[in-house]
């Protein structure tokens, strides 16, 4: 901890200069998780008067712009996902209105959120954050089935979140992943591209309990569908039953089974996280679509090896041999994975203190945050300079 406090007292003094920041978010998944992590980590900086809006979950009219369409849906073209994110941005720009007159900066994560709000942005210092772009999203919804008409029909979206990123002052992307595609489908150039890997406030390391029976492999994700869930039940079934215990962290249902504990009931930050992970031998999070991935940090916080499947910016995060292994999206290899590492404790051990040793010196939010902070105070700078 103290070479981290070493790397937030040695950053320029300019970061402490801040004022008033109007930070907006959608709050969806594992931003959710971000913002926290971001709230936490400036309640070290009380010079910075920081606002949270996040946006509010939607209301009946919300509800039906953003319904999906019989038919047109199978053929991924009724354009769902940006009906949603445009009356969700309408809907935010209204709250908007009474927030802005006392705001030196804006921060919006992500685009979505601030889809219809290019105006607001191109009249004041702003920053528009994101962990993937619509067209890597298009093609990562959980609930959807990607098919040829999904490039074109996101085209239109396209169109709308190019409008937001040429409106912000700069643009930040979570991982070099969503950094290439910003440069590529977006025209963001260099000159206003900035990457930072938000990250998590880790908590102090859980002391690790002597096993008591069988060891315990863990997995927390919302969605059994978006992060692999599902195939780490199969693979449980098939190959680890009587081996070890999974733990499944969800908001699906799930019928408990033997071997089998469900918990439906945590939260961001929830207190209860480090015991869990103090008493996991393995995290699994076998995802094929997640964009970065605030649960493999947390495991990894905790000293915990990760078990992954190697997709977008996951690599980024997970040192595959070192902190944690990569897998083909298998069921049969996601226990083999799992098995191994549950078979070798001095192996698991050493990807654990490496996959911690790695969130202290590249995730740690007080670090991350500040680095944050510096951007808006360049946001501001170039806004008054008129910088393009």
Same mark, same amino acid.
């Given at each position: 901890?103290?070479?981290?406090?070493?790397?937030?007292?040695?950053?320029?003094?300019? =970061?402490?200069?801040?004022?008033?920041?109007?930070?907006?978010?959608?709050?969806? $998944?594992?931003?959710?998780?971000?913002?926290?992590?971001?709230?936490?980590?400036?309640?070290?900086?009380?010079?910075?008067?920081?606002?949270?809006?996040?946006?509010?979950?939607?209301?009946?009219?919300?509800? @039906?712009?953003?319904?999906?369409?019989?038919?047109?849906?199978?053929?991924?073209?009724?354009?769902?996902?940006?009906?949603?994110?445009?009356? +969700?941005?309408?809907?935010?720009?209204?709250?908007?209105?009474?927030?802005? !007159?006392?705001?030196?900066?804006?921060?919006?994560?992500?685009?979505?959120?601030?889809?219809?709000? !290019?105006?607001?942005?191109?009249?004041?210092?702003?920053?528009?954050?994101?962990?993937?772009?619509?067209?890597?999203?298009?093609?990562?919804?959980?609930?959807? #089935?990607?098919?040829?008409?999904?490039?074109?029909?996101?085209?239109?979206?396209?169109?709308?979140?190019?409008?937001?990123?040429?409106?912000?002052?700069? =643009?930040?992307?979570?991982?070099?992943?969503?950094?290439?595609?910003?440069?590529? #489908?977006?025209? =963001?150039?260099?000159?206003?591209?900035?990457?930072?890997?938000?990250?998590?406030?880790?908590?102090?390391?859980?002391?690790?309990?002597?096993?008591?029976?069988?060891? +315990?492999?863990?997995?927390?994700?919302?969605?059994?569908?978006?992060?692999?869930?599902?195939?780490?039940?199969?693979?449980?079934?098939?190959?680890?039953?009587? @081996?070890?215990?999974?733990?499944?962290?969800?908001?699906?249902?799930? @019928?408990?089974?033997?071997?089998?504990?469900?918990?439906?009931?945590? @939260?961001?930050?929830?207190?209860?996280?480090?015991?869990?992970?103090?008493?996991?031998?393995?995290?699994?999070?076998?995802?094929?679509?997640?964009?970065?991935?605030?649960?493999?940090?947390?495991?990894?916080?905790?000293?915990?090896?990760?078990?992954? #499947?190697?997709?977008?910016?996951?690599?980024?995060?997970?040192? !595959?041999?070192?902190? $944690?292994?990569?897998?083909?999206?298998?069921?049969?290899?996601?226990?083999?994975?799992?098995?191994?590492?549950?078979? !070798?404790?001095?192996?698991?051990?050493?990807?654990?203190?490496?996959?911690?040793?790695?969130?202290?010196?590249?995730?740690?939010?007080?670090?991350? #945050?500040?680095?944050?902070?510096?951007?808006?105070?360049?946001?501001?700078?170039?806004?008054?300079? $008129?910088?393009?």
């Amino acid at each position: 901890m103290s070479q981290v406090m070493a790397q937030v007292s040695a950053l320029p003094e300019t =970061v402490r200069a801040r004022s008033r920041v109007l930070f907006v978010n959608e709050n969806l $998944g594992g931003h959710a998780t971000m913002h926290l992590a971001l709230r936490r980590a400036l309640e070290a900086h009380p010079e910075v008067n920081a606002e949270f809006l996040d946006v509010p979950w939607p209301g009946r009219v919300r509800r @039906v712009v953003g319904a999906s369409v019989p038919g047109l849906a199978r053929l991924d073209l009724d354009l769902q996902a940006l009906r949603y994110q445009m009356a +969700q941005s309408v809907h935010l720009r209204s709250l908007l209105r009474n927030r802005l !007159d006392h705001v030196d900066v804006v921060h919006a994560y992500s685009q979505h959120a601030v889809l219809m709000c !290019d105006g607001v942005l191109r009249n004041r210092p702003s920053v528009v954050s994101t962990d993937c772009t619509t067209i890597q999203n298009a093609h990562h919804l959980p609930y959807r #089935t990607p098919t040829r008409f999904t490039a074109r029909a996101s085209r239109i979206a396209q169109r709308l979140e190019r409008r937001v990123f040429e409106s912000a002052t700069l =643009v930040v992307a979570q991982s070099e992943w969503a950094a290439e595609s910003l440069r590529a #489908t977006c025209g =963001v150039t260099d000159d206003r591209l900035r990457v930072i890997p938000f990250g998590i406030v880790p908590f102090e390391l859980p002391r690790r309990r002597r096993p008591t029976g069988r060891p +315990q492999v863990t997995f927390i994700g919302a969605s059994m569908s978006r992060k692999g869930g599902w195939r780490l039940l199969r693979a449980y079934r098939k190959h680890l039953r009587g @081996v070890c215990v999974l733990n499944l962290v969800t908001h699906d249902r799930v @019928v408990p089974e033997p071997g089998v504990r469900v918990f439906h009931d945590f @939260v961001p930050g929830d207190a209860r996280l480090p015991g869990l992970l103090a008493d996991t031998a393995v995290f699994a999070f076998p995802s094929e679509i997640d964009t970065f991935g605030y649960a493999p940090l947390e495991a990894m916080a905790a000293a915990v090896p990760v078990v992954a #499947t190697r997709c977008n910016a996951l690599p980024e995060i997970i040192e !595959d041999g070192v902190t $944690g292994l990569f897998v083909d999206p298998d069921d049969d290899a996601l226990a083999a994975a799992i098995s191994a590492l549950l078979a !070798d404790e001095e192996r698991a051990s050493g990807m654990g203190a490496a996959g911690r040793q790695r969130v202290l010196e590249r995730f740690d939010a007080r670090v991350t #945050t500040l680095r944050l902070l510096d951007v808006l105070e360049e946001a501001r700078r170039r806004f008054a300079g $008129g910088a393009p």
